[in-house]
């Protein structure tokens, strides 16, 4: 991401269009908690695990490829959504108050932190 952001912004830079551009980057709203044992009907939680150990390759050098399916459970998404409590699916800081960075020269004053609540819609 780093290279093609700066690939975009070294263009913008040369086309004269930088300080005429908004960049707006926003991160989804926190880690995802969700396991193999809590998908399907309760009834069914040890056959979703057995299928994924039966059909997936996650060993550690598939980790994230095709063919993978591997989760942080719980308590690993608490600790990847650190300083915020929690994760996704739940209404609280870390679910859905997420980081949003925003450069538009013409508008907005550089080195500002806000904390208003805003809504994806708002930006359009």
């Known amino acids: 991401m780093d290279h093609n952001i700066g690939r975009v912004v070294d263009y913008l830079k040369k086309t004269g269009e930088l300080d005429n551009t908004l960049i ?14 809590s998908l399907g009907k309760p009834e069914d939680k040890n056959s979703v695990r057995k ?3 039966n059909t997936l390759d996650n060993s550690i050098e598939n980790m994230g490829k095709k063919g993978s399916y ?14 915020l409590p929690h994760f996704k699916s739940l209404l609280s800081n870390g679910g859905i108050h997420v980081p949003a960075i925003i450069r538009y020269p013409n508008k ?3 080195g500002q932190i806000q904390s208003e609540t805003l809504h994806v819609i708002d930006f359009v």
């Open 24 to 37: 707006l980057f926003m991160s989804d709203n926190g880690a995802e908690a969700i396991t193999p044992e």
């Open 51 to 53: 299928w994924i150990d």
């Open 70 to 83: 591997v989760t942080l459970g719980p308590q690993w998404a608490q600790v990847a959504s650190t300083p």
């Open 108 to 110: 907005i004053q550089a």
